[in-house]
């Protein structure tokens, strides 16, 4: 019969030893606290003593409680991932993202966590299933997207773990799989811009030639009022954006909303543009749609950028490629600074790691350049002191005879070293003679 223990209670029955807890959890469905009493298999009798059993028994409190203490009161682990994402996860991310932000990480994480884990247990979850999901969505979407999908696996189960719904973070070790899909890094040359620009109607033409020379972004670009533009100045200031057909005071970063300069032609060009406009006033949108709003970006993508890509033969024709393409062509034409402040990125990684590009053109001038400063280093030296050459051994410097009186002392020594190299030499010459045969050991010169 069981005996009741503080941790537990262990009962032997059969030949092995069962041990039993209670447990104090949360009951997500009533929002009240329960007690539910959990059985574990300790091991057999023959193996371990009662005392034993008790260990035993204690660490395995430990390992699913993640205290040796009984007394702790955990959320029940048996909710599903779904239920947990839903209710408990989304609702602390909503004071953090922004409305139309918070709607299309929601569809994400639903598309590609809830879809598949849907009714799936918190307590089930280990890393190697985490990771072969993840693995897995490597193979069919963009690197941005796993990204993505792994920082969300891990802020879930982060919070799962906080919430004390789970002892453990299965998702704390996940790694990024290896083998990734390329991401776009499509660009255009001049020539293909300005191509694109003598396609264009005037007002769209004006559009596309502020969002190239200034970079914008489409959400920033079509939310350009004329209160927003200085022609005394040549400047036009960001004030909001638009985004999911709303009107926003905000932008992507904290340095989106910004005042920017733009070229005195181009000032010119919108200056002649606001006198043909629908509607000049100080409150309406520099490119309004015909009914007076703002243009939808997709929209323009697909009536105006995808027809001028089927046209012109262009690889890509996006508000993302141009936004890129300035960012490569412009940093022949600045500093890195200067390209990051175009972009108005906050970090000048952004700006280097992801928008700027290499040009293959550069890179081969570059190596060029390289080649013929070495060379006209090497063609600027005289001959002898050119790579490879062989140079002419210096003649040993001879010792300068002493003038000085010689001592009897070194006359002595002179004259013994003198008899010592003889002898040596003669004692050389009788071995070679006995070693070698005659006729190769003979002077030539007497033959």
């Known amino acids: 019969m069981g005996h009741s223990h503080q941790k537990g209670w262990v009962v032997a029955r059969g030949k092995k030893w069962y041990g039993y807890f209670r447990r104090t959890v949360m009951d997500v469905a009533s929002n009240e606290i329960k007690t539910k009493i959990v059985p574990v298999v300790l091991g057999a009798q023959s193996q371990m003593t009662k005392f034993k059993a008790h260990e035993a028994l204690e660490r395995e409190i430990a390992k699913l409680t993640g205290q040796s ?21 989304f609702p602390l991310k909503e004071a953090q993202w922004k409305e139309e932000t918070a709607k299309v990480k929601q569809r994400l994480i639903e598309n590609d966590l809830v879809e598949e884990f849907e009714e799936v247990p918190l307590e089930n979850f280990d890393k190697f299933t985490l990771q072969v999901h993840l693995n897995k969505l ?13 920082a969300y ?33 499509t660009t255009l040359t001049w020539d293909q811009l300005r191509k694109v620009l003598s396609e264009l109607s005037p007002r769209d033409r004006l559009l596309l030639e502020l969002d190239m020379t200034n ?48 070229p005195a032609q181009l000032s010119e060009d919108l200056a002649a543009w606001k006198l043909r406009c629908p509607d ?37 024709l996006t508000f993302q490629v141009i936004r890129r393409t300035t960012a490569t062509l412009a940093q022949k034409l600045g500093t890195v600074k200067d390209v990051q402040g175009l972009l108005r990125h906050s970090r000048a990684a952004t700006t280097t790691d992801i928008y700027m590009q290499e040009i293959p053109e550069s890179v081969r001038a570059t190596v060029n350049s390289i080649h013929r400063k070495l060379k006209s ?71």
């Open 280 to 316: 000049p006033s100080m409150e309406a949108f520099i490119f309004p749609s015909q009914s007076g709003s703002f243009l939808d970006a997709t929209n323009f993508r697909h009536r105006v950028l995808r027809k001028l890509e089927r046209d012109l033969g262009l690889p890509k």
């Open 215 to 262: 970079a914008l972004r489409p959400s920033e670009l079509f939310a350009l009022r004329w209160k927003c533009f200085s022609a005394e100045e040549c400047t036009i200031a960001i004030q909001e954006t638009v985004y999911k057909g709303k009107i926003r005071p905000w932008g992507k970063t904290r340095r989106s909303l910004a005042t920017v300069p733009i």
């Open 153 to 185: 696996l891990r802020d879930i189960f982060a919070e799962a773990a906080d919430q004390d719904f789970l002892s453990k973070d299965p998702a704390r070790k996940v790694r990024v799989p290896a083998q990734l899909r390329d991401t776009d890094r």
């Open 377 to 447: 280093e090497a063609s600027s030296r005289p001959p002898d002191a050119r790579v490879g050459s062989i140079q002419p051994r210096k003649p040993a410097r001879l010792r300068r005879p002493s003038l000085g009186k010689e001592s009897s002392r070194s006359r002595f020594f002179r004259r013994e070293s003198g008899r010592n190299f003889a002898h040596r030499s003669a004692h050389l010459d009788r071995f070679a003679t006995k070693l070698l045969p005659t006729s190769r050991y003979e002077n030539p010169a007497t033959r």
């Open 138 to 150: 490597a193979k069919t979407r963009s690197r941005d997207r796993v990204l993505q999908m792994r």
């Open 69 to 89: 203490n009984g007394n702790r009161i955990v959320n029940d682990g048996s909710v599903t991932f779904g239920w947990f994402v839903r209710n408990r996860f």
